[in-house]
């Protein structure tokens, strides 16, 4: 596990960078974002409570949240009309986002138990319930949107 400051200076430099690359990628994958709405409501409370958490909680509801992401693109993907270069290119970055900040995170924390629920549901509710179509990874490429803005406010707070 890095130290705090390495974190913060890794948070401070490079987040945003990466962020901005993967959230650019989101967009030219696919058309317009749906205006659809998913029949899971935004964890907007969970959000509202991390804003004023410890720095470490911060970062772990970072990771986890970008974990639970990467596990929604692991599912079945064959009805998906998005660009594959894109897709690859932002499920790499992801992934580079989520090694950084697994760096910086202890093991022995436990992730957030409503956010995984709210991700499970997520999963549940919007493709599985959707049979994979198209439209419900729509929702969820409306949804992740939603969340990797939400946590690159979070993360220029972090300093």
């Not at 970055?93 to 950084?100: P, S, T």
């Not at 202890?106 to 629920?117: D, G, I, V």
Request: charged letters at 30%; hydrophobic letters at 35%.
């Amino acid at each position: 596990m890095q130290s705090v400051c390495h974190c913060c200076d890794w948070i401070r430099h490079h987040y945003g960078h990466l962020s901005a690359e993967y959230l650019s990628l989101l967009d030219q994958m696919g058309g317009d974002i749906t205006k659809q709405d998913a029949p899971v409501f935004f964890p907007t409370s969970l959000y509202r409570h991390i804003d004023d958490a410890e720095f470490e909680d911060q970062v772990r509801f970072l990771k986890e949240t970008i974990y639970q992401i990467t596990k929604l693109f692991d599912g079945n993907m064959k009805s998906v009309t998005w660009d594959k270069k894109n897709l690859d290119d932002f499920l790499n970055i992801l992934e580079r986002q989520l090694e950084n900040i697994n760096s910086c995170v202890s093991p022995s924390m436990k992730p957030e138990r409503r956010l995984k629920r709210y991700f499970k549901k997520l999963n549940r509710k919007v493709l599985r319930k959707m049979n994979y179509s198209a439209q419900a990874w729509e929702l969820i490429r409306k949804e992740t949107k939603r969340h990797l803005q939400r946590l690159d406010i979070l993360a220029a707070k972090m300093h």
